[in-house]
């Protein structure tokens, strides 16, 4: 079992950055596949950003390439979410998952363990 918390979420304008982070227990945390995705009123889950579990492969939804950056700290068990020039349209709670399969995957159905999520507003 894996509990997930992040935290990091808030108010901010058009344009600025927040650092979102998500706790994980457990001592496997370093096997996993790490995964944002967010979710907008009335609109599905969607992918953002994935990252393996050494660290050495990333992906991005091309939404927030450039602006994105995931990582990971597996001495600490957590994993980052560095979102930069945000835009309102990135308004969403953001919500990491872990994925037991050492595969990064871009669907949400694939991730076994979810956070509650955190909210992410950004005003125009």
């Known amino acids: 079992q894996v509990q997930l918390v992040e935290s990091g979420g808030g108010l901010v304008q058009a344009g600025g950055s927040l650092r979102l982070s998500c706790a994980a227990s457990g001592r496997t945390f370093s096997g996993y596949v790490m995964g944002w995705f967010r979710q907008a009123p009335g609109k599905e889950r969607e992918f953002v950003a994935a990252i393996s579990a050494s660290g050495g492969t990333i992906f991005y939804a091309d939404s927030v390439k450039g602006r994105f950056t995931i990582s990971r700290d597996n001495a600490k068990n957590t994993v980052y979410l560095q979102v930069n020039s945000l835009k309102p349209e990135d308004t969403a709670v953001y919500y990491c998952?872990?994925?037991?399969?050492?595969?990064?995957?871009?669907?949400?159905?694939?991730?076994?363990?979810w956070g509650q999520g955190t909210q992410v507003t950004v005003s125009s």
């Open positions: 998952a872990a994925r037991t399969v050492n595969r990064v995957s871009f669907s949400p159905s694939e991730y076994a363990y």
